[in-house]
């Protein structure tokens, strides 16, 4: 662990895919943030795109912000999704890049990815992958993407550092990064940053 | 950060009201937190 990270991000991760875990098999259950189809709404993702999937690809949804709402993918691109969860952004991706693209959404919670694979099935969509992994370690060959998105999952890793340097890694030259995430407008006390219970709840 | 990391043209979309309503609200509100959408390129060499 670097010693100027403020958790350890072994234990973050621990809880984190705890957290994710019940958000996959429970995700009509309180939590601190909202989830599935009204989140999306809410977030101003468009109804109709939202409507066409099935309730397993939406449901288990916890993100933060659109991520395709400052530039919509294009047609035939190679799309990693950093914390794909059950998969809500890589399905969107996957309409937009069309068969000619690809999509590999990549997380570390196997209920997550579970849902999202029995669903890339049902949906028939060949052009999207699931990948077990770490943001920190992306299972992604060097600058394979032209676009990595990703949505509230940043601030829960430890060393934001290293996430951002593997992405860098899987961007081809040229690429473009579109994620969403949290951001605090007044200081967080450091001691409550070292708080690893407060990262995930 | 992203530019520590070798990004350029961040781009940052406006604040979205991500935990309004939710239960987390009241802590979100303390601390004026927001999600927001960035735009960044790893630079073309």
């Known amino acids: 662990m670097a010693s100027d990270l403020l958790v350890n991000p072994d234990s973050l991760r621990d809880q984190v895919r705890a957290k994710y875990r019940s958000v996959a098999l429970s995700p009509g259950a309180d939590y601190h943030f909202h989830t599935g189809r009204g989140l999306a709404s809410r977030l101003g993702y468009d109804d109709r795109t939202v409507d066409a999937l099935p309730d397993r690809a939406v449901e288990s949804f916890a993100g933060v912000g659109n991520p395709f709402s400052l530039r919509p993918l294009e047609p035939g691109e190679h799309v990693v999704d950093v914390g794909s969860g059950a998969g809500f952004d890589s399905f969107i991706a996957a309409g937009q890049v069309g068969p000619g693209g690809r999509v590999i959404g990549v997380d570390m919670t196997s209920e997550m990815l579970a849902k999202a694979r029995q669903t890339a099935a049902e949906l028939g969509l060949e052009h999207v992958e699931f990948r077990e992994g770490l943001a920190e370690a992306l299972p992604v060959e060097d600058g394979w993407a032209d676009v990595v998105i990703s949505n509230g999952v940043i601030n829960l ?24 995430d949290i951001a605090n407008g007044r200081p967080v006390p450091i001691e409550a940053l070292r708080d690893i219970d407060l990262w995930t709840g | 950060m992203l530019r520590d990391s070798g990004f350029a043209g961040v781009l940052t979309g406006e604040a979205a009201d991500t935990f309004g309503g939710a239960p987390g609200e009241a802590n979100a509100r303390a601390f004026d937190v927001y999600g927001y959408v960035f735009l960044a390129q790893r630079p073309l060499p």
Do not use: M, S
């Open chain 1, 157 to 180: 890793c430890a060393d934001k550092e290293a996430v951002f340097a593997e992405i860098h890694r899987v961007l081809r030259p040229g690429g473009l990064l579109q994620f969403a």
